[in-house]
């Protein structure tokens, strides 16, 4: 009862800070003092007050998306083991819903986008769908070769078992990689897209949230920042042993998911947006590093490399 | 965690079949030499000292920090530090590097049931990084890019000689390092002097190149 009021505290905080944190590392990046870490927070607050402009050529569909998409990217967060490593919903194969409903937000964002009628968010929805595309696959091979290693097949299982062992070694970096990749995909991050810009023929998510304004883009914003939340909880699921008790485990997943914001943050500093016609390519990268992941784990399982 | 440094060097072939920029080449050489030496200093299990020494400063000092700032000294000075011109599409070299490495992996499993007094783990990657660098060789255009093959096909070399002697001879070594010195020799003159003829430093002119 207890992790379950933690995880769900964590899950409703976090993003804010996650946010405010890469934005004050950027900003230190740059020179300047930067806004509070708190300040997504207040974005959100204000977005909420606000009224909301919605084009006379929508339909339902577009009103009734952003709220869709944070509804799912929420219970992929309540699919995710958070704090402790458990989850707050946990059931067998639960990664194959943890992806489709990230699939329902992403499809209703799209969805949302297209029914502007808007050419420039046309063109954001086929980009997004295209590289959603490359990532998918490469989530599913990766955790299902956790799950090999483990036998397990609902998260808690999987990253509880998969971390001792010989193999994990080996899968472990290169779990952390892929899934960082995946973290910058879906979190639209700087090699994949650029979270500043606004108005830009090179953009992929923030083209198809042009006509959100108010209380709609607030939650496109938060559920941003939730789904790097979500994922970054699990790249800290392969870091921190099972063993650990709860606060240490609660301090070590704050820890990392403070590092991860760092990371991005220097990443965003120092590097420039990949040209569109790269972006697949690193986006494969993903998938390639998850081809060996599996043939390492067949092997190990096969008779094991000593 | 011996383990994890090698899968770091598997991961800086798979990187550089898969970038355009020159300059990552060399980051990723740099990166190579640094974790080849940290496999000697941590893993190498030598009582020789003088052999240790020699080793650490082969990697560390020629292979991690002299031969990149002389291919940064070439690649700056003649200009060159934009795209590697692959013969093949980056999609297809990173799938064929890919598949390259779960062969690797592959003989890493077979040698460690059937071959014994080797080290699997480094004996796959390292042949793995001895295919990959053949390939990029053979299937970039520009010749400073076929240069960087070879030295990341030396530095398979070195992880091979690793893993199947626990005491790495030291005419090996020397070896080693003689063919690096005339790879980026050779480079060093075809660049520099050849360059005023040829400004294109492009494989493809020198089908033309006649007396």
């Known amino acids: 009862m207890m992790i379950t009021i933690i995880n769900i505290a964590l899950l409703l905080i976090m993003p804010f800070l996650f946010l405010g944190f890469i934005n004050r590392i950027k900003s230190r990046w740059a020179g300047r003092k930067g806004p509070s870490i708190m300040q997504p927070f207040r974005d959100f607050m204000k977005l909420m007050k606000k009224g909301e402009v919605i084009s006379s050529t929508s339909s339902f569909v577009f009103r009734l998306a952003p709220s869709v998409t944070f509804a799912a990217v929420i219970t992929a967060g309540l699919i995710a083991p958070l704090a402790g490593g458990k989850s707050v919903i946990s059931f067998e194969a639960d990664f194959i819903l943890f992806a489709y409903v990230l699939g329902i937000g992403r499809f209703f964002t799209v969805v949302g986008a297209l029914d502007t009628g808007s050419s420039f968010e046309g063109m954001g929805a086929s980009r997004e769908v295209t590289f959603a595309a490359l990532v998918e696959p490469a989530f599913f091979i990766i955790i299902a070769s956790l799950g090999l290693i483990s036998g397990g097949l609902s998260f808690e299982r999987i990253f509880e078992i998969a971390k001792g062992g010989d193999v994990a070694i080996l899968v472990l970096p290169l779990g952390i990689i892929a899934l960082f990749i995946m973290l910058l995909a879906e979190g639209c991050r700087v090699p994949v897209d650029d979270p500043n810009t606004h108005l830009e023929l090179t953009m992929i998510h923030e083209v198809m949230v042009l006509d959100n304004s108010g209380p709609d883009m607030g939650f496109i914003m938060y559920a941003a920042g939730m789904k790097m939340v979500v994922i970054g909880a699990l790249i800290a699921n392969l870091v921190i042993p099972a063993a650990f008790p709860l606060w240490a485990s609660l301090g070590l997943m704050i820890a990392v998911q403070a590092l991860l914001a760092v990371v991005i943050g220097t990443i965003e500093s120092v590097t420039a947006r990949l040209r569109m016609t790269h972006v697949p390519q690193f986006l494969l990268f993903m998938t390639a590093i998850s081809a060996i992941i599996i043939s390492t784990v067949v092997l190990f399982i096969a008779g094991g490399i000593k | ?211």
């Open chain 2, 1 to 211: 965690m011996i383990q994890f440094i090698i899968i770091l060097f598997g991961l800086t072939m798979l990187y550089v079949s898969v970038t355009t920029r020159i300059e990552s080449y060399v980051k990723a050489i740099a990166a190579q030499g640094v974790i080849l030496f940290l496999l000697v200093l941590f893993d190498y299990g030598t009582t020789n000292l003088p052999n240790l020494i020699f080793l650490s400063f082969e990697t560390l000092v020629v292979k991690a920090i002299a031969i990149p700032i002389f291919l940064m000294y070439v690649i700056r000075k003649n200009g060159i530090y934009r795209e590697i011109d692959p013969y093949v599409t980056n999609h297809s070299s990173l799938a064929i590097t890919t598949a390259i490495f779960a062969a690797g992996f592959y003989i890493a499993y077979w040698s460690a049931g059937t071959v014994s007094n080797i080290r699997p783990f480094y004996f796959g990657i390292s042949i793995s990084t001895i295919v990959t660098g053949l390939f990029i060789i053979i299937s970039r255009k520009k010749i400073i890019t076929h240069v960087m093959g070879y030295m990341m096909l030396e530095n398979g070399i070195f992880l091979l000689a690793l893993s199947i002697a626990r005491e790495m001879p030291f005419i090996v070594a020397m070896g080693v390092l003689l063919d690096i010195f005339i790879a980026v020799y050779l480079l060093g003159l075809f660049i520099n002097k050849v360059q005023d003829s040829y400004s294109d430093t492009h494989i493809n002119t020198l089908a033309k190149l006649k007396d």
